[in-house]
């Protein structure tokens, strides 16, 4: 059989390196004598990268795609802007209507958070093109139901958080063949439950939409946003995709393979 175009370990890595290279912000041109020094490139590409996470990756997800927020790479904002000329206004003067603090950050600053969302913007544009929407389902199952069902159930821990019959059942009938294996590798959409203890001993609980060294927001369960100073408080998180993250580095090809034939079982 063939293999999927784009392996999920693979891609990561594949992200990762194209980071790397083209840059979080820098698929720009290259100086006219194409001499401008890699190593300053390196770093000017993992300094954005930081920015970026740092500053967003608690509510946009580490890599822009969706958290407790919004996925910013496929932002109409992001798409239109121009070295942060749109990024820019949002990220200093907030959206308080939908629990988004502001940051006062220098120009440099805002220029790297845009550079990094337009590269990884691209980077998913690239791979969306090279990948049809509706790849077919026989060429993506090249790995083992069995072996996914005793992966599942076993040595990957599934289902600690998953069940075949509550939350995954008729998985296979709720996402096309190429998302439901991309969603194995990259969940998103879901937010950290929050448990604040104030000073005073009142325990208050929501969903995380802000967090950074400093301060941390949450939405409780009223739709109300409160925000603390992290000092001040005693904070529980309980992250859902932590398990996820966490694996990251543990998947391999053939365990990607096995998982999504075996969730492809459960129509």
Known sequence: MNAPPLSMTKVAVSLAALTLVVGCGCLRAQDPDGIRDQQAITAGNLRAQKTFQQTCGFCHGPDGRGASGPDLIRSSLVSHDVNGNLIGPVVRNGRPE????????????????????????????????????????????????????????????????????????????????????????????????????????????????HSDEFLLSLRDRNGWVHTWNRSTVKIEIRDPLAAHVAFLSKYTDKNIHDLFAYLETLK
Do not use: W
Request: proline fraction near 7%; charge should be neutral.
């Open 98 to 209: 939908k629990g988004m603090p502001a940051f006062q950050l220098p120009d440099a600053e805002i220029r790297q958070i845009a550079d990094f969302l337009h590269a990884e913007a691209r980077v998913a544009y690239s791979i969306a093109q090279r990948q049809p929407e509706d790849y077919p389902l026989d060429k993506l199952l090249v790995g083992s139901a069995d072996a996914g069902k005793a992966y599942f159930n076993g040595e990957g821990r599934c289902t600690q958080c998953h069940s075949p019959t509550g939350d995954f059942a008729h998985i296979a009938s709720k996402y096309k063949p190429i998302d439901l294996q991309t969603r194995i590798a990259f969940p998103s959409g879901v937010a950290p439950n929050v448990t604040v203890t104030d000073s005073s001993g009142k325990i208050i609980r929501g969903e995380q939409i």
